[in-house]
Each structure stands twice: as C-alpha cells, then as structure tokens.
C-alpha cells in the first residue's frame, strides 16, 4: 500500500531551526508532486506549497513565500520542509500529501505536530 | 489568496442526505473542474473523497458524490451515518496559477 511516513513530533523555541521529513516509495516520488499542508489548532488547511521530487523545483503559496523552504532527495525518496527562524505563530500539525497531475492529494502523510514555545 | 467558502456546520439525521455548498469565484471553482473534497476523521489525516469535480477514486463509498454549478461546487453525502462524522475541504486551483486553494471547513454531526 503506498504510504508517506513523516517524522515525528516536535518542540522547539523560538527562533530556533527545524526540519521535518516525509518519506515514501519510488513510485510516489516519481509521479507528480509532494505538496504540504499546514493545520493551525483547531483550524481549517492551508496549501503551503509543492516540489517536484525529480527536480526539486518549487512552487510557494504567497502566505508561506520566504518562511519555509521545501526540499527533496530523490535517492531516498524523502522531502523536508524547514524553518530557519521558529515563532510561536508556527505551532500547527503539518502534512506532506502526494499532489497528482489533477490537483488532488490522494496520499497524505500521518502528520507531524510541531510546537514553538519559550 | 481568498479562502473558498463553506459553512462552519451541517448535520443531519441517520439515512438522511446532506449538501455541503463549497463557493469560489471565477477565478477558482468556476475556472476549472478541478474541484476536490477531503473528509478528516478526528486526530486523522485527510483523506481524498472526490477529485474533478465529481470523480471517486476506488474504495470511496458511493454515497460520496460531487457536482458543480457556476462558482459552486457541492458535496452530497447520502444515507448518513454516524461514521460519516467529520471535517470536510473543498480545493481548487486558483486561476491563473499553479496555487491551491483550501475552503474553511465544514464539520459534520449526525444527530
């Protein structure tokens, strides 16, 4: 059964650096895009945006231009997305989904709850 | 980026049908048919329900269905039951752009 596993959870202060992975099959990462996804406490999903795993192309959402950056490894199959500087604003639940050509996110991760705090 | 609109909340009874309106603009949900619904289960992942605007993929119950009209698309759940309890998303490209838009959400409580 294709599946994207994600690292597990986080705590961390602000300012401080992070990166969360996501890991899946060949075939997941050769076909399209892996998206991710962020969800505040008790809210609704945003599109922080996508990489291409073949290229490590990218495209952001304006809302997350600049904050996170998105990567890839294509030899293990696994995408990162990362923060330089944590804030407090950052706290959520983040998934990685696979993004088919169609805009449709048919994989998702489990999940990875990230908490910034002092 | 506008955030495409659903009501906080419906419900309805068990064996009961209910409609989730999901409104964009022309330049979302009315541009393409690539309108997508997700169903999240407390403490759960999202899970793909309807693709396209009206597509299932395999394994998605039948009483899932999708439809479009103009800038709104809609999710009709028939034959409610009490595991249909959840938090429902709509999604759709912006137009013009690669980006993609999320509706607020919609929870679901079967009486």
């Known amino acids: 059964e294709a599946q994207l596993v994600q690292s597990g959870a986080e705590v961390k202060k602000p300012g401080e650096s992070l990166t969360i992975s996501c890991a899946g099959s060949?075939?997941?990462?050769?076909?399209?895009?892996i998206t991710w996804v962020r969800q505040l406490p008790g809210q609704g999903l945003e599109w922080m945006g996508r990489?291409?795993?073949?290229?490590?192309?990218?495209t952001y959402s304006p809302s997350f231009q600049g904050h996170v950056t998105l990567s890839a490894d294509k030899s293990i199959t696994t995408a990162y997305l990362q923060w330089t500087t944590l804030a407090a604003s950052d706290t959520a639940k983040y998934f990685c989904?696979?993004?088919?050509?169609?805009?449709?996110?048919?994989?998702w991760g489990q999940g990875t709850m990230v908490t910034v705090s002092s | 980026q506008s955030v495409l609109t659903q009501p906080a909340s419906v419900s309805g009874s068990p064996g009961q049908s209910i409609t989730i309106p999901c409104t964009g603009t022309?330049?979302?949900?009315?541009?393409?048919?690539?309108v997508s619904w997700y169903q999240q289960l407390p403490g759960e992942a999202p899970k793909l329900l309807i693709y396209?605007?009206?597509e299932r993929p395999s394994g998605v119950s039948h009483r899932f269905s999708g439809s479009k009209s103009g800038t709104t698309a809609s999710l009709t759940i028939s034959g409610l039951q009490a595991e249909d309890e959840a938090d429902y998303f709509c999604?759709?490209?912006?137009?013009?752009?690669?980006?993609?838009?999320f509706g607020g959400g919609t929870t679901l409580t079967v009486l």
């Open positions: 989904a696979h993004e088919n050509a169609r805009g449709a996110f048919d994989i």
């Open positions: 060949q075939h997941i990462f050769g076909n399209y895009w």
């Open positions: 990489i291409d795993p073949s290229d490590s192309s990218t």
């Open positions: 022309t330049n979302d949900v009315g541009a393409y048919n690539l």
């Open positions: 396209e605007v009206t």
């Open positions: 999604c759709s490209y912006a137009a013009g752009s690669t980006f993609l838009l």
